[in-house]
């Protein structure tokens, strides 16, 4: 038996018809319990067999849905499912997953998620299958968060990354974790594996712990046990094999990781090690191709090589694995998105993330397993899987929050006291060639500017609080020459200016013309005191090195802001060592500022 069973066996070995679900725990009317529920291994075993393909198959599926209320028609769902609300999705395909977005209007707040879940739950024990969803979504923390205040915020992995503090990046997960259980959600898709050695990587970056394959690998274990063991829902490393070496975004087209087999596994490979040494009960995909792995071209989520042979025989993983998204183009491309959900199963995945053409999809599967090319068997071993992390989650026995609670679990003082003391730890001086930092107490006027709407109020807020007379000039990542001449105007007319930067390096995609560069480049000419700021990758210093004074953050969230005006102001000593080289810009063998560094005072 599977280290995964075992587990779960084990710790429903206690359960009683007792430990079903409160009907209290929910405002009235209370939505229906789960008929028959699923209390172990065996029974488990039992539904399956009263199960038809076709609710097998979907059982296999993680969809979402737009809008943030279970009844409520939304035309952009008609267009994708042919049916208008979520709560419609849910029985028309009886999904085993559900994933929610800020970007696609599933977020509100806390409160209002709790009774969205809820109301999925509720659809989904109508159906004929009695079975509750796993709720996930993306909160990684850092750049990638789905739900954000008044829910607790933290700097993201570098941050981690930064304090080499592996409790506090288990103490960050708990939090999340509780939270995140709080609002119905069972599964987060956290904590990001990927070892960052490309400094120009434009999909990783700052969501990687760091370039060091040790320190990847203990912050990940420290961040599985944080979201299982503590939190008590079901963690997810990402991306296997690992994304951490491409010049390529994966939502646009199919990288290339050109690492060795002996590359891989000493650069790739350890974090999803120690993952699955520590327990984890879910890993990603990733759509990349990696030849030393698979020499076919195909990327890794429809590798069989890669997902069977490596994940599952070399590593002795047992647990789900799940697509990364299948509407991303890298995945797409070569096989269409019919053929591309077969070979997903094929390859050895559980679940398939968010299908663009569920319909399409979903039949491709079906038929598939009629015809013979896929076995009813092979299906059933990735439900089992799917029922297990379910029971072990506490979805099959509690699948419903209670909305009344959120104050008391989300966001709490006690939670929000420890993310700030989590990130102060974060903050990274990499130069104070003038000795600029700390500034005195002294009374001044203070010019904000660069990216980020809220983050260059937030830090302008902040600077507000200690005495200061703040000007904000937001110019966005890609400045126009107008709003740099006017940045450039009111820096004379300030004392200092903090200017905020954020993916500078980035002259593909994010800043095409190098405004951001030259932005700081103008700014410095004015002999003002600067201070240069990069809110998210620490790589931006390369491109404008006669800067003399230079904060990484790793995060440009309103904890971090705060976090930086503290050092700023000499209120705590940056203590953060830069997780990752800093390369020479255009020489990435060179470092320019190499791992470890970081000042202090």
Known sequence: ??????????????????????????????????????????????????????????????????????????????????????????????????????????????????????????????????????????????????????????????????????????????????????????????????VNVNALNPVIGVRSYSSDPKLVSDMTTAQVQGYQRDAGITATAKHFPGHGDTRDDSHTSLPTINHTLAEWNT???????????????????????????????DPATLSKPIMTGVLRNQLGFKGLIITDALEMAAVRAKYGDAEVAVRALEAGADQL??????????????????????????????LLRILLVKLKNGTLLSPFSDPAQIPNKVGTPASLATAQKIVDKSMTLVKNDTSTLPLSNTARKILVTGWGVTTTQSLANSLTTRGATTTVAQTGAAPTDAAIADAVTKAQANDVTVVLTQKAWDTT????????????????????????????????????????????????????????AKVLYGEIKPAGKLPVDIPVAGDPATPLYPFGHGLSW
């Not at 663009?356 to 015809?371: E, H, T």
């Open 267 to 297: 650069i790739d490979a350890p974090p999803f090690k120690a993952a699955i040494k520590a327990g984890i009960d879910s890993i990603m995909t990733a759509h990349i191709s990696v030849p030393s792995l698979d020499p076919s071209g």
């Open 353 to 382: 993330l968010l299908p663009p053409a569920p319909d399409v999809q979903f039949k491709a599967v079906v038929d598939a397993v009629k015809s013979g090319r896929i076995s009813e068997r092979r299906i059933d071993e990735s």
């Open 509 to 564: 995609v994010t800043d095409k013309q190098a405004k951001q560069q030259k932005l700081v480049n103008d700014l410095l000419a004015t002999g003002k005191t600067v201070i240069v700021v990069a809110v998210r990758d620490p790589y931006d210093i390369a491109y404008f090195d006669q800067a003399p004074t230079y904060v990484a953050t790793y995060g440009y969230q309103a904890v971090s802001m705060e976090s930086l």
């Open 1 to 194: 038996m599977s280290s995964l069973r075992r587990s779960v066996t084990a710790s429903l070995a206690a359960a009683t018809a007792a430990a079903l679900i409160p009907a209290a725990a929910v405002a009235a009317p209370p939505p229906p319990e789960p008929k028959a529920p699923i209390t172990s291994l065996q029974q488990a075993t039992k539904a399956m067999r009263g199960m038809s393909l076709e609710e097998k198959i979907g059982q296999l599926f993680v969809l979402f849905a737009y809008g943030p209320d279970a009844s409520k028609p939304d035309p952009r769902n008609t267009a994708l499912y042919g049916v208008a609300t979520p709560a419609e999705v849910v029985a028309k395909y009886k999904p085993g997953g559900w994933i929610y977005f800020n970007a696609r209007d599933n977020v509100q707040n806390p409160t209002q998620l709790a009774t969205y879940s809820n109301q999925l739950q509720s659809a989904a024990i109508k159906t004929g299958l009695h079975l509750p969803l796993t709720i996930a979504t993306d909160q990684e923390q850092g750049v990638v968060v789905r739900i954000g205040p008044p829910a607790t915020q933290f700097g993201g992995n570098m941050a981690h990354g930064a304090t080499r503090s592996t409790a506090d990046a288990r103490t960050a997960a708990g939090i999340t974790g509780r939270e995140l259980k709080a609002m119905g959600i069972r599964q987060d898709y956290a904590p990001d594996a990927d």
